[in-house]
């Protein structure tokens, strides 16, 4: 039985560079500053760091075509996927580039220039204080929202193998030392994006669904993406060197473990379209865990874009 952890989300909610997450805003306790001889010395960040450091070559310059998949389709297509028909009216009256359609049920965000989606239906929520029935499989709530996402026409190679969680409700008697589960509410099913051999992070969807197989709640970020044009690849001594710095100015103790990887992150947090590749490292130094990010490309000279 899995359960819900922001600290699962450490590598999917990147969005700028450089970036540091702090713990607090993760939900995790905070962080108290490593002081005397705890605190980690340059020389040995430069060996974490340079352990952790993945290679790269020019593959990492070139994304083929990202499809913009949101044009494809329309927030009546939405609707007959998701088997909402009370939402049907709302979207035949709403004026043409409309944005939110809402019944007295649900609510659909749907932004087909940046490939947002957002939904959610009260009346296929959860009520705990009753008997709940027992949830579908996680194979089977997998295979649902595999099935919406393809349908809605996001790229079937883009989909990373869903990670499902499980939403509970439960509590204690007082003096309880142990929480008694109440029920399984929520399967959580979340698909995160890739572009090649590269995750694309911030780029993911969610379903939430119940345990009739309805999707209660829909969350797609997924836009067209591209890189800067005329980026050339940086020397690998100085990504390490940007990494040790920001580890110090971070006072990262001496029991840290650093671990690295490659993905593809937004240039500007503002613009999800133009992404970066970038290393990303996640930096486990209890009791504050934060993350990361280098680019390994940069504009070329002369080049002020």
């Not at 702090?22 to 705890?38: E, H, R, V, Y």
């Not at 952790?52 to 009546?76: E, G, K, M």
């Not at 959860?126 to 499989?137: N, Q, T």
Request: proline residues 8%.
């Amino acid at each position: 039985m899995n359960k819900i952890l922001d600290s699962n989300r450490l590598l999917s909610a990147v969005r700028c560079l450089p970036l540091l997450v702090a713990a607090a805003s993760l939900g995790l306790p905070a962080a108290s500053i490593a002081q005397g001889s705890d605190r980690a010395s340059r020389e040995l960040l430069v060996e974490l760091i340079g352990k952790a450091t993945p290679s790269w070559d020019q593959r990492v310059l070139t994304i083929s075509d990202s499809q913009a998949w949101a044009p494809q389709t329309t927030p009546q297509r939405i609707s007959d996927l998701l088997g909402d028909r009370d939402l049907v009216d709302p979207i035949g009256r709403a004026p043409d580039g409309a944005r939110l359609f809402q019944s007295g049920n649900a609510v659909l965000r749907f932004d087909s220039k940046v490939g947002a989606l957002r939904y959610v239906n009260r009346v296929r929520a959860v009520d705990a204080s009753r008997e709940v029935a027992p949830l579908i499989g996680i194979e089977e709530a997998q295979e649902r929202a595999l099935r919406t996402l393809s349908a809605l026409g996001l790229p079937p190679d883009q989909l990373i193998e869903p990670r499902v969680a499980t939403q509970m409700a439960g509590g204690g008697r007082t003096g309880s030392q142990s929480m008694e589960v109440k029920a399984e509410l929520y399967r959580l099913v979340t698909v995160q994006r890739r572009l090649g051999d590269l995750q694309v992070l911030g780029s993911e969807a969610r379903a939430v669904i119940n345990p009739k197989g309805e999707i209660h709640r829909l969350s797609v970020s997924w836009p067209q993406v591209g890189l800067p044009p005329r980026s050339r690849l940086v020397n690998p001594s100085a990504v390490v060197e940007q990494a040790v710095e920001a580890l110090l100015n971070q006072n990262t103790s001496s029991r840290a473990q650093v671990r690295g990887r490659l993905a593809y992150v937004a240039k500007d947090p503002r613009n999800p379209s133009m992404v970066v590749p970038a290393v990303v490292y996640a930096v486990i130094d209890p009791p504050t865990p934060f993350i990361v990010t280098i680019p390994v490309a940069e504009a070329e000279e002369n080049d002020d874009k």
